[in-house]
């Protein structure tokens, strides 16, 4: 099956400071979601990107289907950003229909 | 406002004692599935929906159980619960079976002792 890998795994910011996650994928595929897990345990939906770029607020990610990876950028972090960020990629007909997980990548935000 | 709930959130039970977690869209959406999250492992499909009465085994089915008798809802069922499925799961829902972005349910944490 497809391969998802996420980096970096751990992220530790000061408030305020900007970063960039990363998502590689092992085949082509036609639908890609970012989620964001917060510290409750709730799968929040960031971007559903399977291409292009997209902005909502300080977040914004891009994805370049052609070369199989997915960029996800955060801006003035604050604290609420802290929790798991995962990507998730789909192929279509072929992947019977689910959501394939990266292991995500940790993000904590020390005020 | 447009979203999937599942109830409840938070249950523990005892091994063998059959339990229902219930799902919820109300966006008229075709596709529904379960997932688990579990440390290391990740979020794993157990089972999903194409539509009423089309149910179809994810990567990890055994143990589970699904209906879908109304669009709206599709209940996962633990006839016979075991400690090993304990774990953090989720629902979700899409327009279409593919290339639909998928919405997700907050959650039930379930601990089976």
């Known amino acids: 099956g497809i391969q998802v890998e996420q980096s970096p795994p751990d992220l530790i910011l000061q408030e305020g400071a900007n970063s960039t996650l990363r998502c590689n994928f092992s085949?082509?595929?036609?639908?890609l979601q970012w989620f964001h897990q917060n510290p409750w345990g709730q799968l929040i939906n960031l971007f559903y990107?399977?291409?292009g770029t997209k902005q909502n607020g300080r977040l914004s990610a891009t994805t370049v289907a052609t070369e199989r990876y997915s960029l996800l950028y955060i801006s003035s972090s604050q604290t609420t950003d802290s929790g798991v960020y995962f990507c998730?990629?789909?192929?279509?007909?072929?992947?019977?229909?689910?959501?394939?997980f990266g292991e995500g990548t940790q993000l904590t935000v020390n005020p | 406002e447009a979203q999937v709930t599942q109830n409840p959130r938070y249950l523990i039970t005892v091994t063998g004692k059959k339990l229902t977690v219930t799902c919820s869209q109300n966006?008229?959406?075709?596709?529904m599935s379960w997932y688990r999250q579990d440390p290391g492992l990740g979020l794993r499909q157990i089972y999903y929906?194409?539509?009423?009465?089309?149910?179809d085994k994810g990567d990890v089915p055994e143990g589970y159980k699904v209906s879908r008798k109304e669009k709206r809802n599709f209940p996962l069922i633990l006839e016979s619960p075991s400690p090993n499925q304990t774990s953090l799961y989720f629902c979700?829902?899409?327009?279409?079976?593919?290339?639909?972005?998928?919405?997700f349910g907050p959650g039930t944490r379930l601990t089976v002792t």
């Open positions: 979700a829902s899409s327009l279409r079976r593919y290339l639909y972005e998928q919405y």
């Open positions: 085949d082509s595929v036609n639908n």
């Open positions: 990107i399977p291409s």
């Open positions: 998730a990629v789909e192929r279509g007909e072929t992947s019977g229909s689910r959501l394939t």
């Open positions: 966006m008229n959406h075709e596709y």
């Open positions: 929906s194409m539509n009423v009465e089309v149910t």
